[in-house]
């Protein structure tokens, strides 16, 4: 079993970044695919980006390609979601998630996929 916790949210105007961490406690990370999620108001859960277990294939939903960079360090049991051109619309609570894989290179887009969950930073994003 694997504890996440999430860190780094905040509140940013139009354009600004952010950097979240989701740090791993527990069994080590390096066995779970990891991916961030986010949740708007008045909004389902949805994916953002994914990465393998050994880092090699990442994907991200289009709303962020381009502005998003999900990144993870096995050795420190954390995975970062760097966020650039911030844009109102991101304004939500961000959840990294983590599944168990004896695949190294598969990533993970449902939230169904996953067996673990952080707690949540929010990110306010303000025009």
């Known amino acids: 079993q694997v504890q996440l916790v999430e860190s780094g949210g905040g509140s940013v105007q139009a354009g600004g970044s952010l950097r979240l961490s989701c740090t791993a406690s527990g069994r080590t990370s390096s066995t779970y695919a990891m991916g961030w999620f986010r949740q708007g108001p008045g909004r389902e859960r949805e994916f953002v980006a994914a990465?393998?277990?050994?880092?090699?294939?990442?994907y991200y939903t289009d709303s962020v390609k381009g502005r998003f960079t999900i990144s993870r360090d096995n050795a420190k049991n954390t995975v970062h979601l760097q966020m650039n051109s911030l844009k109102p619309e991101d304004t939500a609570d961000y959840s990294c998630a983590a599944k168990p894989t004896v695949y190294s290179g598969s990533v993970y887009l449902r939230r169904y996929d996953y067996d673990y969950w952080g707690q949540g930073t929010q990110v306010t994003v303000s025009s």
């Open positions: 990465i393998s277990r050994g880092g090699s294939n990442i």
